[in-house]
């Protein structure tokens, strides 16, 4: 599955309303500044930060 281009222009991190990146392995939306990774479920993604899993140091950035 992937994210369509145009919701990943118009979707922003709800911590810090900066721009996420899409994550097809792990099928999550990515927010380096914010250093959550949001699941995406039965393509859905869920913006929640109590859903949000923390990014490991290696993840951000890639």
């Known amino acids: ?11 922003v991190c709800p911590v810090t309303k900066g721009a996420l990146r899409w994550d097809a392995k792990n099928q999550e ?4 500044k914010a250093r959550l990774a949001y699941p995406v ?3 859905i993604p869920i913006m929640l930060e109590a ?5 490991e140091d290696l993840e951000v950035h890639k």
């Not at 599955?1 to 979707?11: A, S, V, W």
């Not at 939306?29 to 380096?32: E, I, N, P």
């Open 1 to 11: 599955m992937n994210i369509d281009p145009k919701l990943l222009e118009i979707l």
């Open 51 to 55: 859903e949000a899993r923390e990014m």
């Open 29 to 32: 939306l990515l927010s380096d």
């Open 41 to 43: 479920r039965d393509g």
